[in-house]
């Protein structure tokens, strides 16, 4: 049976419009009709004034699908054979158009997709297990999937939800990219192809599971994500710069010696011990070019570490390591953090002090600074200064209200680049 490309249109229409229907699945039989109104906004061309062509056609159209028995056509009162009102979708053959179509039904389509769900339930790591609980009972009650996931794509679906339970895997090294794309799909480029959905999936997932971190990682940054997770385009590296001495297996690394910093690969952070360090201070920087700013005309005797927003799990170790140092030698030296003097200058700040549990203090981060460098702030938005406001509710935000409350009365955010180290700055 040959179907035209008009009633195909049409039988795919009222398919469309059936399988979005609440009741769709049901085990009770609803008496509501699935319709389609031929009108002028659906069908211009079929009330033309002075051309009945695709009128006829249309009729003949729609007449032949009822005579298969797809449809049940509704002629305007008066004027039978002549003008259409509606078609109704014949539910009683849904099989034969299905199949006439060339279409698979919902119902399979979702069936399907829970049985892949529930394989790959059964290989995620038990922290995600209940995530897919909440996706099979949507599945069950043929509700859509979070995006990007698409029961009609299996192969794709398939493909982000393996991404996605690698996510959990407990990792003792870190492992590029393209090799884990191996590991997943025998293919180098697959998982960049399929990050940002996987990324997505990491994003709902923490929020439906409502994780207190969840508002952290919906705004961290996708490096940052994966990192997390030991997942990086190639070995990374902490930037340093200041008195350090630290101890690996294959020997010692006196920070000292390097000009002007010292990039320290993140896979060796777990195996290294710190040695010594006479630093006054440790300063996180979260942008780079102010990391070089404080390398080279700071105050002497600190330690200084490129963060680079929010910080990964190595850079997280690497500090819990230092501050162990200094407390089991009885000598507590200040932690702080530089940042930029907005909203994520300060979720960063409280990020980093609450996942490495130091008691990191704010670097120039305050009223006094943000008004001497005022002048060469940014405006903020209605929207931005909404979330800004948002930080006066938490306290964990406390060290910026008053900065914050600032920030609001002038509509002015400062990016710390803007920042001059003078003598009257140092810590």
């Not at 609440?22 to 699935?34: I, M, V």
């Not at 294959?250 to 910093?261: H, K, T, V, Y």
């Amino acid at each position: 049976m040959k179907l035209s490309n008009i009633q195909k249109k049409v039988l795919n229409t009222l398919l469309d419009r059936y399988e979005r229907r609440r009741d769709y699945g049901s085990a009770e039989k609803s008496p509501r009709r699935t319709l389609l109104r031929i009108d002028s906004k659906s069908f211009p061309d079929y009330f033309h004034v002075s051309n009945s062509s695709f009128r006829l056609m249309f009729n003949a159209e729609m007449e032949a699908l009822e005579r298969l028995g797809f449809v049940k056509l509704e002629w305007v009162r008066f004027d039978r054979g002549h003008t259409l009102e509606r078609v109704a979708l014949a539910e009683e053959m849904l099989p034969d158009i299905y199949q006439a179509l060339g279409r698979r039904s919902k119902r399979e389509i979702y069936r399907e997709a829970a049985e892949y769900l529930t394989k790959l339930k059964a290989a995620a790591p038990p922290l995600i297990r209940s995530y897919y609980d909440e996706l099979l009972h949507r599945l069950a009650a043929y509700e859509s999937l979070p995006p990007p996931l698409r029961p009609e794509k299996n192969d794709e679906l398939i493909d982000l939800l393996r991404g996605f339970n690698a996510l959990f895997v407990p990792r003792e090294e870190e492992i590029a990219k393209r090799a884990l794309s191996v590991q997943l799909y025998g293919d180098s480029k697959r998982w960049q192809q399929l990050e940002k959905g996987i990324l997505q999936l990491l994003r709902d997932y923490h929020r439906s599971a409502g994780d207190t971190d969840a508002e952290a990682n919906a705004e961290a940054d996708d490096a940052t994500l994966l990192e997390e997770r030991g997942i990086v385009n190639n070995p990374g590296h902490i930037l340093l710069a200041g008195p350090l001495v630290l101890a690996t297996p294959r020997g010692q690394i006196d920070l000292s010696l390097f000009e002007p910093d010292l990039g320290l690969p993140t896979r060796m952070v777990k195996e290294l011990a710190v040695v010594d360090c006479p630093a006054k201070a440790v300063v996180t920087v979260e942008n780079l070019t102010s990391f070089y700013q404080y390398v080279l005309e700071g105050p002497p005797e600190r330690l200084a570490i490129y963060l680079g927003g929010f910080a990964g799990t190595a850079r997280r170790l690497f500090l819990q390591k230092l501050y162990r140092f200094f407390h089991e030698r009885g000598n507590p030296v200040p932690f702080y953090h530089w940042g930029d003097l907005d909203l994520g200058g300060f979720k960063i700040w409280r990020d980093l002090r609450e996942k490495t549990g130091i008691p990191i203090r704010p670097y120039l981060m305050d009223e006094k600074t943000y008004l001497k460098y005022l002048h060469l702030g940014q405006p903020i938005t209605e929207q931005y200064a909404q979330k800004l406001a948002a930080l006066l509710e938490d306290d964990a935000f406390a060290p910026f209200h008053t900065l914050i409350t600032l920030i609001l009365e002038k509509k002015i955010r400062l990016e710390q680049e803007a920042i001059s180290l003078l003598p009257s700055d140092e810590t």
